[in-house]
């Protein structure tokens, strides 16, 4: 049942293509400059008239909601705070019938997050759920919202709910600005037919595996990780140093590259490996100077770049590829060599990658 792979987690990893697709099958029209979301369609004036987006989760729901505050901030110009599940639920906060929540759930089963949708139902909000279980507690009691459909995720560490969700809430931002009039409509077609690319430039990044592979031979026996990122690429960072946290049991870090000078740059030494997204993009220069930053202080600097790029390639001490996409979507890419270093990494120190230790699927108890 692990199709021929040696974990359930390898096996998702590589499903992310087909279920990428399978994520947007029928909901995405790239040719014909439709994006249509079922549970969406009949809410849209709730999502565009709201005060703002409260979007809840925990974990790597979590992160996928942070990607979306990036793409709907960006793209549809709505407000978003992104919340701990847990958090919110215990701090009195301010919810009204003008705000529109989104809870993110893999599980559809997070006992904290179902705590969050049942206090913003009570104050009146309209809630959205995107869940990946069909029929879920979470998926009931929302509102409305999208199914994931990335299929059954085995491996306790998540990753293809994390870029299918991720694939879900791009969809909704971009329904939401098509009718808020937010892009223009040759980005809002652009961004359509670079989505239909995603599961192809996904399979290219996972071509780099073996060189991957390699990377985790040399930093397996590290102590700690730092993982660093900017703009639509911090949650990114987040959602790598939780991945090798939870199957290897190495300590690491997220951090917003650009938060370095003000404690972290403290730790580096020549025994510190730094894991940094440098992907081509607005933000590029300026992590190729946080870059320099750490290179200056003996840290071993392991990069992820865009295919072609040669400064970064010049400073890095390894660097893995992923393709060019447009700002917005390239999470959908640049998480894919963090999830196979982490899973590489685990499987040298003989780790339980499926089920990791003090870990459960869904947390159904706070
Ligand atoms: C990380 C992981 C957890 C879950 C979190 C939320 O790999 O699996 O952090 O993401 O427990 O779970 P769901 O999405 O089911 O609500």
């Known amino acids: 049942e692990k199709g021929g792979y040696d974990h359930f987690m390898l096996k998702e990893i590589y499903e992310q293509p087909s279920v990428i697709k399978d994520t947007y099958r029928g909901r995405l029209l790239a040719d014909k400059g ?34 979306a505050e990036y793409v709907f901030e960006d793209l549809v110009r709505i407000p978003v705070e992104v919340e701990y599940a847990s958090e919110f639920r215990y701090r009195n906060p301010i919810i009204t019938e003008k705000d529109v929540v989104i809870a993110i759930s893999q599980s559809g089963e997070t006992a904290d997050t179902l705590a969050a949708i049942k206090l913003a139902k009570q104050k009146g909000a309209f809630v959205y759920g995107v869940c990946n279980v069909v029929g879920s507690t979470i998926s009931r009691e929302t509102h409305s919202g999208t199914y994931t ?28 600005a098509k009718s808020k009039g937010t892009l223009s409509q040759s980005d809002y077609m652009l961004h359509l037919r670079e989505l239909d690319m995603i599961p192809g430039k996904v399979e290219e990044a996972l071509q780099s595996d073996e060189k991957i592979k390699e990377i985790a031979k040399v930093f397996k026996d590290a102590a700690n990780f730092l993982y660093l990122g900017r703009g639509y690429n911090f949650p990114v960072a987040l959602e790598g140093a939780l991945k090798l946290k939870e199957i290897s049991y190495i300590h690491a870090e997220g951090y917003p590259a650009a938060e370095m000078k003000h404690g972290p740059i403290a730790l580096i030494d020549e025994q510190m490996p730094v894991v940094v997204i440098a992907i081509n993009n607005n933000h590029y ?26 400064t970064v390639k010049e400073m890095a001490d390894y660097v893995m590829e992923v393709p060019v996409t447009p700002e917005t979507l390239s999470p959908l890419v640049t998480t894919i060599p963090l999830q196979l270093l982490s899973y590489h990494i685990a499987v040298m120190l003989g780790r339980d990658v499926d089920q990791p230790r003090n870990l459960a699927k869904s947390v159904t108890v706070e």
Do not use: Y
Not at 48 to 61: E, F, K, L
Not at 154 to 173: D, H, P, R, W
């Open 285 to 310: 220069e300026k992590v190729v100077s946080n870059i320099q930053e750490i290179k200056s202080r003996a840290g071993k600097i392991i990069a992820v770049v865009s295919e072609g790029d040669t």
């Open 149 to 176: 459909h990335a299929g059954p995720e085995i491996g306790v560490a998540s990753t293809k709910a994390f870029t299918t969700q991720i694939t879900v809430l791009t969809m909704m931002a971009l329904r939401l």
């Open 34 to 67: 439709i994006v249509r979301l079922g549970g969406l369609e009949d809410h849209i004036k709730r999502f565009t008239n709201a005060n703002r987006i409260i979007i809840v989760a925990c974990g790597t729901s979590w992160h996928a909601g942070l990607v």
